[in-house]
């Protein structure tokens, strides 16, 4: 099996990763975005984290999209009856794990520590790796001014117009050296069908990050993208509207051009095969198939396609020119 | 009716103060122990004042002694299957308590601001008071060395032998100006029948909490207590091996005994009537009478029995003589 890494923001990237582990098994690294994470009511919780775990362990709630299938509300429910606006809902047995995991931080665990900790607890077989342990937070920019991204995606429903995107922290922040480690053996790196803008953007802006994916091309890894925008249509989140707003194409075009820099080849869905000219032209293989992951076999087949879709555009490693 | 101040620790602080609430209304002020607070998960817990607000709102889980009626233990049984060993049983309703408060307290508000905020959210007609808005933390010297509060009486089960206890802070905690002004306004005050040593004991140990409780009894007020120790055992806890193991008389006389330098008068059970003339001994007026609170009329009956008792004490005040 070849060694495959992902690249994740949440539900998108954790569809893909359920299906890439179904297939890989223990050779997939799944490095997840951290911009997201916030702390509530003093815990610290990482919901792209979480969201990949929990689907890679089965326990996901694949109807709501995210937290724990057969959860129960009953903390957040009388924080209501106290006066509270929970508008960030933690199910009770989720909560479990946020403070599970702040106990953990306090005593000084590295994240990437509590993660792999976690994982093993839950039974999630393949690796996920939080894209740094330092803190990087993603914040928006709105007309009502920069929110945090919590605030923006949750509590006002994405509906503010957005600016700009910026990465509180990321330039003092450097990737784990479990992160570099991943990166340099890699057979395959896949960017999964996450928000481009705030979900992969943040793990690419890691200082080095883009050099570590462009050393292991030239090493003769090819490296992919699966587009989260199907029919100029974000499965999940605001993607489309945020491309719109800030100046990019809401389409699987727009996701490769804000990609192609870092890609050999792009997966697109059937649907989208019209714009596989358009991709071609920024110097891309393009690759079209059924992308909608709708249940477990969707996710292997989609896993699968990736992969063989990504080795066929293995090259030799390309050799310095003697001078 | 009269203005009524109770010192008072947990189970039995909060039942007789169940029944003063019933007489007095908000004529009742309760001035609890803060010693065994502690910090559990980052969330800052209280139970003493807890179980006297849950208690006074009609909430408390009368059978368990502790926490909310109608509790669930979600959050506790997933952070067991995290492989966590909760020793100290949060219930799911509970949680939104302690992630309320350690909100407030993050945000500045002065502990006995955030009791009074959340006596008002869950509808407490009387006050409830933190005998200080310092940290204090009761600590137990065993064989086995100093332990926290909560690791001896909950982990540990209140089995190792008690050699010492100590109120780490005290000394330079102080009595909050509600605390005080409540005191100076009372007409009466009730020690309640919590264990003397480590539910009363704290608040006594306040520097200048004696004093003000002495200032008011030569102003007239008059200080009963009522015993928590009933035929030689306590009613709840370890207030009896711990009179014993510090080498006091575990009997309503071995309380009378440790208080009386605070008191006019002493509460006691009939069972215990043998014991009134070595109370008297001691300086003390003594009412013996049926003391177990198994119900609300009970409490009720306890409440204004102690009233009566405590007001049949009231002397002139003492008037300096002119000199």
């Known amino acids: 099996m070849p060694r495959?890494?992902?690249?994740?923001?949440?539900?998108?990237?954790?569809k893909l990763a359920d299906g890439l582990q179904a297939v890989l098994g223990p050779d997939l690294t799944v490095i997840v975005n951290t911009g997201d994470d916030f702390v509530r009511h003093g815990l610290t919780i990482w919901p792209d984290h979480d969201t990949v775990a929990y689907t890679l362990a089965g326990l996901d709630d694949a109807e709501r999209g995210?937290?724990?299938a057969d959860e129960t509300w009953h903390v957040m429910d009388a924080l209501a009856r106290l006066g509270e606006d929970p508008w960030f809902r933690l199910g009770d047995r989720d909560l479990a794990t946020h403070l599970?995991?702040?106990?953990?931080?306090?005593?000084?665990?590295?994240?990437?520590e509590v993660a792999r900790q976690l994982q093993a607890r839950i039974g999630v077989t393949a690796t996920v790796l939080p894209m740094t342990d330092s803190e990087v937070r993603t914040e928006i920019g709105t007309d009502e001014g920069w929110l945090e991204f919590q605030e923006y995606f949750v509590h006002r429903h994405q509906t503010p117009e957005v600016r700009e995107?910026?990465?509180?922290?990321?330039?003092?922040?450097?990737?784990?050296?479990?992160?570099v480690a991943a990166i340099e053996a890699a057979d395959l790196v896949v960017i999964g069908p996450s928000n481009p803008i705030v979900s992969i953007g943040p793990i690419l802006a890691i200082p080095g990050l883009t050099d570590l994916l462009a050393k292991a091309?030239?090493?003769?890894?090819?490296?992919?993208?699966?587009?989260?925008?199907?029919?100029?249509?974000?499965?999940?989140?605001?993607?489309?509207?945020?491309?719109?707003?800030?100046g990019r194409e809401a389409t699987a075009a727009g996701v490769a051009a804000l990609l192609a820099p870092h890609l050999d080849g792009f997966a697109l869905d059937t649907i989208d095969a019209d714009l596989e000219p358009e991709i071609a032209h920024l110097g891309l293989r393009t690759f079209a198939t059924d992308t909608?992951?709708?249940?477990?076999?969707?996710?292997?087949?989609?896993?699968?396609?990736?992969?063989?879709?990504?080795?066929?555009?293995r090259r030799p490693a390309s050799v310095p020119s003697a001078s």
Request: hydrophobic share 45%; glycine share 12%.
């Open 4 to 14: 495959v890494v992902e690249l994740a923001g949440g539900v998108g990237g954790a």
């Open 66 to 68: 995210w937290g724990l």
């Open 100 to 112: 599970w995991r702040t106990d953990r931080l306090r005593e000084g665990w590295r994240p990437t």
């Open 165 to 179: 995107v910026r990465f509180r922290g990321v330039e003092t922040a450097a990737p784990t050296a479990e992160v």
């Open 217 to 246: 091309r030239r090493a003769g890894t090819p490296i992919v993208a699966v587009s989260g925008i199907v029919g100029g249509r974000a499965l999940k989140g605001p993607a489309d509207r945020m491309l719109t707003s800030l």
């Open 292 to 313: 909608i992951m709708s249940d477990d076999d969707a996710r292997a087949r989609v896993a699968r396609e990736t992969i063989a879709f990504a080795e066929s555009l």
